[in-house]
């Protein structure tokens, strides 16, 4: 069973920093596209990042270009979001998801982890 954990979240001021992690099991990342999602208190859920399993290439979203950076360690079957800078706006529920198929929809998702930006 496909199973996806996230952890890294906390509290932190302005301009510090956080790295989630996204640990995979029952699959491995060679062959998935992960992203991560965030969602604040009354607004939609935003894409932030994502690498994709073809080539590896990365893409963000432009509220956390410079400032954020995803990575992956095959051999811990983990998926990383660095996050830097970081500003109250960045305040949300973070996730992660896998799919296997460029072009369809996220069908494995994780719970969570809560990032709170305040001084």
């Known amino acids: 069973q496909m199973q996806l954990v996230e952890s890294g979240g906390g509290l932190v001021q302005p301009g510090g920093s956080l790295r989630l992690s996204c640990s995979a099991s029952g699959f491995t990342l060679d062959f998935y596209t992960i992203a991560w999602f965030r969602q604040a208190p009354g607004k939609e859920r935003e894409g932030v990042s994502c690498i994709r399993s073809t080539d590896g290439s990365t893409y963000y979203t432009d509220s956390v270009k410079g400032r954020f950076t995803i990575s992956r360690d095959f051999a811990k079957n983990t998926v990383y979001l660095d996050l830097k800078s970081l500003k109250p706006e960045d305040t949300a529920l973070y996730s992660c998801?896998?799919?296997?198929?460029?072009?369809?929809?996220?069908?494995?998702w994780g719970q969570g982890t809560q990032v709170t930006v305040s001084s």
């Open positions: 998801a896998a799919k296997k198929t460029p072009g369809a929809a996220y069908d494995s």
